[in-house]
């Protein structure tokens, strides 16, 4: 029978992917949505929508929750939606429904307390200082150029900044500090909600750039195993800022680098505590071969890419998963490792820039192609882009899937 599931602060209206999931499997999904945000009501599976301050009064939005909640009759609630993760951990613990550990929600959300998570566990981290907002900006001892600067508690590549040399750096901590005031305030504030403190909210981090091809592992633990789904290959981006634009998987590692992968992914899953759910893991291979941890997201990524690219390359319904385990319900066997059985990407359709967008070109060719199978635009012809490290968003996705990896890397170069 379908369950009645919250999905809470869904940030692309336009990518369907658990939707359609939520659809097959004859479940349908409350929409919470913040003030001033919009809700996907139009996509498959959509419920009544709920509009809660989730943001900027998280403890007022857990009491109307708690007061709606018998009417709503909720069997679960989840989200995919960074910035959402901690709230909804609280709301799943207030209404006494399946979720992960608030204080693990909190790890996951910030990149300092991430970062000695898992240094504890003897885990592969760039070496890094944290600048808190009064700290002094001096370059960091014992790193070398180049380092990268970012927030501790951002997301999408915002404010993400590869620094070469000394003379760099205060420039990029005071930009890195103005998106913390600005754009990420509502987000990282300190949440005191459930005696959790985030510890490293609101602050910068200057970290050693590893060099080498960026991976993401798409993991989903089940009482404290890990099972790692997939691998995909991430493009090796050299900075100075990091748009995404390619994700490709299986890509062709050798055995021993899957293994490694896997061992670091099982390894951060359980430093942070999370010990259910999904876990959207980035890590980049030092000199091609050995896997050093940039973050793991406790969600599905890309707000619902990672469901497409695991189910076209596994068969695995990742957010059918979701969905079950956040109602309790039982989940079938997982391998604990990729058992992919074909390729799966997404090309991100490349800003080079910014200023007006006026059109996207080649999209019908794109559509005639055997191996699209979903193209998403998220920008419309007039939209002003701001010129990075500020993030607008992406003019589009194109999905598609693949007899194998060549034939992947053949259609990215063909998109390109
Ligand atoms: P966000 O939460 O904004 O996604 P990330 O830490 O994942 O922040 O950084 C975004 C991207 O920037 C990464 O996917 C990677 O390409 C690049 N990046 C971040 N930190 C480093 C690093 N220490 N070394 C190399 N690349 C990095
Ligand atoms: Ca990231």
């Avoid at 929508?49 to 939005?61: K, S």
Wanted: with cysteine; aromatic share 6%; charged share 20%.
């Amino acid at each position: 029978m379908g369950l009645r599931l919250a999905l809470v602060c869904q940030r692309n209206n336009n990518v369907p992917f658990l939707f359609e999931s939520a659809a097959a499997a004859g479940h349908e999904l409350v929409l919470i949505h913040a003030p001033g945000e919009s809700a996907p009501g139009h996509l498959p599976a959509a419920g009544p929508l709920l509009e809660l301050d989730v943001f900027d009064a998280p403890d007022a939005a857990l009491d109307e929750l708690e007061a709606a909640a018998s009417a709503l009759a909720l069997d679960g609630i989840l989200t995919c939606r960074e910035e959402a993760v901690p709230w909804t951990a609280l709301a799943a613990r207030r209404l006494g429904l399946p979720g992960i550990d608030p204080s693990a929600s909190l790890a996951a959300r910030d990149k300092a307390t991430m970062r000695a998570r898992f240094a504890a566990a003897g885990l592969n981290v760039p070496r890094h200082v944290r600048l808190g907002p009064e700290d002094a900006i001096a370059p960091p001892p014992g790193l070398t150029f180049p380092v990268v600067v970012k927030p501790t508690g951002g997301y999408s590549s915002q404010g993400v900044i590869r620094v070469d040399g000394p003379g760099g750096l205060a420039d990029a901590v005071e930009r890195v500090r103005a998106i913390n005031a600005d754009d990420l305030r509502a987000y990282t504030r300190d949440p005191v909600a459930d005696g959790v403190r985030g510890e490293g909210w609101g602050a910068v981090i200057v970290e050693e750039f590893i060099d080498g091809p960026e991976y993401v592992a798409e993991a989903f633990a089940v009482d404290g195993r890990v099972h790692v789904l997939s691998i995909g290959y991430k493009g090796d981006p050299k900075g100075p800022h990091f748009e995404e634009s390619v994700y490709l998987a299986p890509p062709p590692l050798p055995a021993e680098a899957v293994s490694a992968v896997v061992e670091q992914v099982a390894g951060g899953m359980a430093a942070l505590g999370l010990t259910e759910g999904p876990g959207h893991c980035e890590l980049r291979l030092r000199g091609g071969k050995t896997p050093v941890l940039l973050e793991i997201g406790a969600r599905i990524g890309g707000s619902g890419v990672s469901q497409f690219v695991v189910q076209e390359s596994t068969g695995i319904d990742y957010a059918g998963l979701q969905f079950r385990q956040a109602a309790g319900a039982p989940l079938p066997d997982l391998p604990p490792t990729p058992e992919p059985h074909a390729a799966a990407g997404n090309w991100i359709i490349p800003l080079g820039g910014h200023g007006r967008l006026v059109e996207i070109a080649g999209l019908s060719a794109v559509a005639a192609h055997p191996d699209t199978r979903r193209i998403l635009t998220f920008l419309d012809p007039g939209a002003v882009v701001r010129p990075y490290p500020a993030f607008t968003g992406y003019p589009g996705f194109i999905l598609s899937r693949h007899a194998d990896w060549r034939a992947g890397v053949d259609y990215h170069r063909w998109l390109a």
